[in-house]
Protein backbone atom coordinates (compact mmCIF):
# COMPACT_ATOMS: atom_id res chain seq x y z
CA UNK A 1 0.00 0.00 0.00
CA UNK A 2 1.16 3.65 -0.37
CA UNK A 3 -0.18 6.38 1.14
CA UNK A 4 0.57 10.04 -0.12
CA UNK A 5 -0.03 12.69 2.35
CA UNK A 6 -0.98 16.50 1.67
CA UNK A 7 -2.60 19.73 2.82
CA UNK A 8 -0.31 20.19 5.76
CA UNK A 9 1.03 23.72 6.24
CA UNK A 10 1.21 26.93 8.51
CA UNK A 11 -1.55 28.12 9.50
CA UNK A 12 -3.02 31.14 12.81
CA UNK A 13 -4.06 29.70 15.80
CA UNK A 14 -8.07 29.02 15.26
CA UNK A 15 -7.59 28.37 11.88
CA UNK A 16 -8.49 25.17 9.82
CA UNK A 17 -6.74 22.74 7.60
CA UNK A 18 -7.57 19.37 5.55
CA UNK A 19 -5.33 16.83 4.65
CA UNK A 20 -5.53 14.40 2.34
CA UNK A 21 -4.13 10.72 2.07
CA UNK A 22 -4.27 9.13 -1.45
CA UNK A 23 -4.05 5.20 -1.27
CA UNK A 24 -2.76 2.94 -4.15
CA UNK A 25 -1.36 -0.25 -4.23
CA UNK A 26 -4.33 -2.37 -1.98
CA UNK A 27 -8.65 -2.55 -2.48
CA UNK A 28 -9.03 0.93 -0.54
CA UNK A 29 -12.54 -0.30 1.17
CA UNK A 30 -10.29 -3.77 2.62
CA UNK A 31 -8.40 -0.81 4.68
CA UNK A 32 -8.98 0.76 8.00
CA UNK A 33 -7.59 4.17 8.01
CA UNK A 34 -5.98 6.21 10.78
CA UNK A 35 -3.86 9.56 11.03
CA UNK A 36 -1.32 10.21 13.83
CA UNK A 37 0.74 12.68 14.40
CA UNK A 38 4.10 13.40 16.06
CA UNK A 39 5.55 15.94 17.74
CA UNK A 40 8.95 16.94 18.21
CA UNK A 41 10.25 15.05 21.56
CA UNK A 42 7.01 12.99 22.16
CA UNK A 43 6.05 9.71 20.66
CA UNK A 44 3.54 9.00 17.63
CA UNK A 45 0.08 9.31 18.87
CA UNK A 46 -3.04 8.15 16.97
CA UNK A 47 -5.73 10.83 16.81
CA UNK A 48 -8.66 9.94 14.35
CA UNK A 49 -9.81 6.48 12.76
CA UNK A 50 -12.40 5.56 10.27
CA UNK A 51 -13.48 2.23 9.43
CA UNK A 52 -13.67 0.46 6.07
CA UNK A 53 -16.85 1.46 5.62
CA UNK A 54 -16.39 4.75 6.92
CA UNK A 55 -19.35 4.26 9.25
CA UNK A 56 -17.57 3.79 12.49
CA UNK A 57 -14.58 6.30 13.45
CA UNK A 58 -12.99 7.42 16.59
CA UNK A 59 -10.56 10.53 17.72
CA UNK A 60 -8.73 11.06 20.63
CA UNK A 61 -9.57 13.08 23.61
CA UNK A 62 -6.90 16.46 22.48
CA UNK A 63 -8.23 16.15 19.07
CA UNK A 64 -12.36 15.60 19.26
CA UNK A 65 -14.35 18.20 18.78
CA UNK A 66 -12.31 19.80 16.51
CA UNK A 67 -11.11 16.98 13.98
CA UNK A 68 -13.17 15.10 11.47
CA UNK A 69 -12.05 12.13 9.83
CA UNK A 70 -13.98 11.02 6.81
CA UNK A 71 -13.10 8.71 3.28
CA UNK A 72 -14.08 8.71 -0.13
CA UNK A 73 -14.19 5.28 -1.47
CA UNK A 74 -14.54 6.14 -4.49
CA UNK A 75 -11.73 8.40 -4.86
CA UNK A 76 -9.41 5.88 -2.23
CA UNK A 77 -9.16 8.83 -0.38
CA UNK A 78 -9.06 9.49 3.29
CA UNK A 79 -9.58 13.06 4.89
CA UNK A 80 -8.72 15.27 8.33
CA UNK A 81 -10.56 17.90 8.61
CA UNK A 82 -8.97 19.95 11.49
CA UNK A 83 -10.72 23.10 13.15
CA UNK A 84 -10.07 25.52 15.68
CA UNK A 85 -6.07 24.71 15.44
CA UNK A 86 -3.88 25.37 18.37
CA UNK A 87 -0.13 25.42 18.67
CA UNK A 88 -0.36 22.22 20.49
CA UNK A 89 -1.29 21.07 16.85
CA UNK A 90 2.04 21.20 15.73
CA UNK A 91 3.70 18.25 14.59
CA UNK A 92 3.74 16.07 11.90
CA UNK A 93 1.08 13.98 10.66
CA UNK A 94 1.29 11.18 9.44
CA UNK A 95 -1.79 8.76 7.49
CA UNK A 96 -1.55 5.23 8.19
CA UNK A 97 -3.65 1.95 7.29
CA UNK A 98 -4.11 -1.90 7.87
CA UNK A 99 -6.13 -4.47 7.27
CA UNK A 100 -7.04 -5.83 10.66
CA UNK A 101 -10.92 -5.39 11.18
CA UNK A 102 -11.78 -2.63 12.36
CA UNK A 103 -13.13 -3.97 15.83
CA UNK A 104 -9.65 -5.66 16.17
CA UNK A 105 -7.63 -2.58 15.29
CA UNK A 106 -5.47 -1.03 18.11
CA UNK A 107 -2.57 1.68 17.71
CA UNK A 108 0.18 -0.97 16.77
CA UNK A 109 -2.04 -2.42 13.85
CA UNK A 110 -0.96 -0.04 11.52
CA UNK A 111 1.78 -1.62 9.23
CA UNK A 112 1.38 1.13 5.81
CA UNK A 113 2.54 4.43 6.42
CA UNK A 114 2.63 7.55 4.43
CA UNK A 115 5.67 9.92 4.35
CA UNK A 116 4.16 12.61 6.52
CA UNK A 117 3.12 16.17 6.43
CA UNK A 118 4.36 18.99 8.24
CA UNK A 119 1.67 21.11 10.23
CA UNK A 120 2.79 24.17 12.31
CA UNK A 121 0.39 26.24 13.94
CA UNK A 122 1.17 30.35 14.86
CA UNK A 123 -0.25 31.75 18.22
Known amino acids: VQLVESGGGLVQAGGSLRLSCAAS????????MGWFRQAPGEERELIAA????????SYADSVKGRFTISRDNTKNTVYLQMNDLNPEDTAIYYC?????????????????WGQGTQVAVAS
Open 50 to 57: ISRSGRST
Open 96 to 112: AATNVDWALTSNSSYAY
Open 25 to 32: GRTFTNLV
